[in-house]
C-alpha cells in the first residue's frame, strides 16, 4: 500500500490498516513533509519531525522521502506502483492528475490498483476543489450548528472527530474495494471518499428526522427528549444518566423513591419532560457521583461520571482492553510514547503494532532498491535532491 496522506484523517486510514498487516510505505515530500510530524505538545520533537500528531498514527509504516514533482522522483513513484495494491492521496481533487499520478494514469500501468482519494468535499460536485480540515466540515456540516446549548455558540467537537471518522470509513472502504477485487478477477477500483459524506452519515439520525420533520436540529446541550436521559450534577461532579427504555426509567424512579413517576408510554415521558427534570435534579444533588454511578449501573440503568481524558486513559476497564500501545523508546520515539491500536480485538491474530513511527526518509533507500534501483543511482536521486533518508 502506498500512502502519500498527510495531517490526520488519510494517514489514520493508512495506520489502521497497517495494523491489521498491510505493508505500508508512506510516501513524502522532501522539502514539504506531512504537517503532522510538526504537531503536538513538544516542541522539540516537532523540530525533528517526530511530533505526537504524527507518532500517534504513524506505527507500522516504512518511510519514503522523494520529490513527486521532478521526472525522477515520478518515475520512482510509478515503480512503486507497479508492485502496490492500494494507493491513497487525500490532497485537493486534481492535484495527482496534474502531475499524471491520477487514477486513470495509474490504472494504465497496475490494472488491479485500489487508488483512493480523500478530500474534504468530495472528487465531484460544485464544492469539489475546495480545501477543508476537520474543523471545516465540522462547521459545513450542520454538526457545530446543533453542538452546544446556544445557537449564538455553536460548539466543534473536542477530539478532531471528522478527521478520523473519515479515516475509518476510508479504511472500510479500502477494505470493500479489496474484497471485491479478489471477487472479480482482481480488476482494481477508484474510491472517493469525501469528508462531508462522511459527516452526513454520521448524523443519520438527524439527517432522517429533517428529511421527514423538516425541522433543522436546535443544539439541545446536555438535554435530551426524555428527562431520563442527560446530564445531571451530583453533590460533588457532573455525570450523565441514560435511562433511556421505558423499563429503564421504571427502574430509576423505582430506586429513588418515586413510584408514582413512573410512566406507561413515551408520549407521557415527552410531556413530563420539565417536571421530571425538576425531580432529578433534586434526587441527584443528595450524593456524589461516584454513588450514583454505582447505585445506578447496580439496577441496569446505564450511567458515567463526566471523566476528563487522563482518567478515562488510566481506569482499569481501558487498561484491560488492547486498545492503548506503548512503544517504550522504540526507534527514536520518546520514553513512554504511547497510541492508540484498534477500537477492536479478535480471538485469532487481529490489530499488533511491531514498528515505531519512522523518521522522513528513513527505509527510502532500501525500497527504492527493492524496485531495482543501483546504489549509484540511489546515489543520484540524493544528490539531485529527488529523495532524502
Not at 513533509?33 to 510538526?38: I, L
Not at 482519494?117 to 472528487?123: D, I, M, P, R
Not at 475509518?168 to 474510491?191: D, E, M, S
Request: one cysteine or more; aromatic letters at 8%; charged letters at 20%.
Amino acid at each position: 500500500m502506498i500512502d502519500t496522506t498527510h495531517v490526520l484523517a488519510g494517514p489514520f486510514a493508512a495506520f489502521q490498516l497497517a495494523t491489521l498487516g498491510a505493508d505500508v510505505i508512506k510516501v513524502e515530500d522532501p522539502n514539504d513533509p506531512d504537517q503532522a510530524r510538526s504537531q503536538g505538545p513538544d516542541r522539540a520533537m516537532n523540530g525533528v519531525g517526530m511530533g505526537t500528531a504524527f507518532l500517534g498514527q504513524g506505527g507500522n509504516k516504512s518511510s519514503v522521502a522523494i520529490d513527486l514533482k521532478t521526472p525522477e522522483g515520478k518515475e520512482a513513484m510509478l515503480r512503486l506502483i507497479d508492485t502496490a495494491d492500494v494507493f491513497i492521496e487525500n490532497y485537493r481533487p486534481g492535484a495527482f492528475e496534474a502531475l499524471g499520478l491520477g487514477y486513470e494514469d495509474l490504472r494504465a500501468r497496475n490494472p488491479g490498483l485500489v487508488y483512493c482519494s480523500l478530500s474534504a468535499f468530495g472528487a465531484t460536485g460544485p464544492r469539489s476543489e475546495l480545501r477543508g480540515y476537520d474543523n471545516i466540515i465540522q462547521a459545513f456540516s450542520g454538526f457545530m450548528a446543533m453542538t452546544g446549548d446556544d445557537p449564538d455558540k455553536p460548539f466543534k467537537c473536542g477530539a478532531p472527530i471528522m478527521d478520523y471518522a473519515a479515516g475509518t470509513t476510508t479504511a472500510y472502504a479500502i477494505t470493500a474495494a479489496l474484497l471485491q477485487r479478489a471477487r472479480n478477477g482482481g480488476i482494481g477500483n477508484f474510491v472517493d471518499v469525501s469528508m462531508l459524506d462522511v459527516a452526513m452519515m454520521f448524523a443519520t439520525s438527524h439527517v432522517a428526522s429533517y428529511f421527514w420533520n423538516g425541522k433543522v436540529p436546535a443544539p439541545k446541550g446536555n438535554t435530551y427528549a426524555f428527562a431520563t436521559i442527560g446530564m445531571y450534577h451530583a453533590s460533588d461532579a457532573p455525570m450523565m444518566v441514560s435511562a433511556s427504555n421505558l423499563k429503564q426509567q421504571a427502574r430509576l424512579w423505582r430506586l429513588l423513591g418515586r413510584e408514582d413517576m413512573v410512566k406507561q408510554d413515551n408520549n407521557q415521558r415527552l410531556d413530563a419532560h420539565d417536571a421530571e427534570s425538576a425531580v432529578l435534579q433534586t434526587a441527584f444533588l443528595g450524593n456524589t457521583a461516584a454513588y450514583w454511578e454505582d447505585r445506578l449501573q447496580e439496577h441496569g440503568i446505564p450511567c458515567a461520571r463526566i471523566r476528563d481524558l487522563g482518567e478515562a486513559l488510566s481506569d482499569a476497564q481501558t487498561l484491560a482492553r488492547p486498545v492503548l500501545h506503548r512503544f517504550d523508546g522504540a526507534d527514536g520515539t520518546p520514553e513512554g510514547m504511547t497510541t492508540t491500536l484498534a477500537g477492536f480485538r479478535m480471538l485469532e491474530d487481529g490489530p499488533s503494532l511491531e514498528r515505531a513511527p519512522q523518521k522522513l526518509g528513513a527505509q527510502t533507500d532500501k525500497i527504492l532498491s527493492e524496485i531495482g534501483y543501483s546504489s549509484d543511482e540511489i546515489a543520484h536521486l540524493r544528490t539531485g535532491g529527488v529523495i532524502a533518508g
